[in-house]
């Protein structure tokens, strides 16, 4: 059974720093791109960044610079820490899995970021 599970999220002060993780078992982890998505209330969800098979990292404008992506395949684990918080970081944030050529997805259930002061 293929579990997905992200952590790390919270409140931060706009200036701030948080570092979210995610936790994958059951996949060959190493096999898949990992993705960071986010969707605030009322808005569709977003890629922010996410990091291939090979290390290749890609991130969306508005966070450039300020968040890095990053995976440790022998933890099966992928990090996005995120510096320069802005209050429009404010979303559930979502851990997303995807084999090559998008056969197989899978999701963490979120995790919420807040940033006000």
Sequence with gaps: QVQVVESGGGLAQPGGSLRLSCAA???TFSLYTMG???QAPGKQR???ANITQGGTTRYV???KG???VSRDNAKNTAWLQMNSLEPEDTA????????FAGI???WGQGTQVTISA
Excluded: K, M, Q
């Design 66 to 68: 300020r968040f890095t």
């Design 104 to 106: 197989r997805s899978y």
């Design 46 to 48: 977003e890629l922010v």
């Design 92 to 99: 559930v944030y979502y851990c997303n899995l995807e084999s």
């Design 61 to 63: 404008d508005s966070v």
């Design 25 to 27: 078992s059951g996949i």
């Design 36 to 38: 960071w998505y986010r």
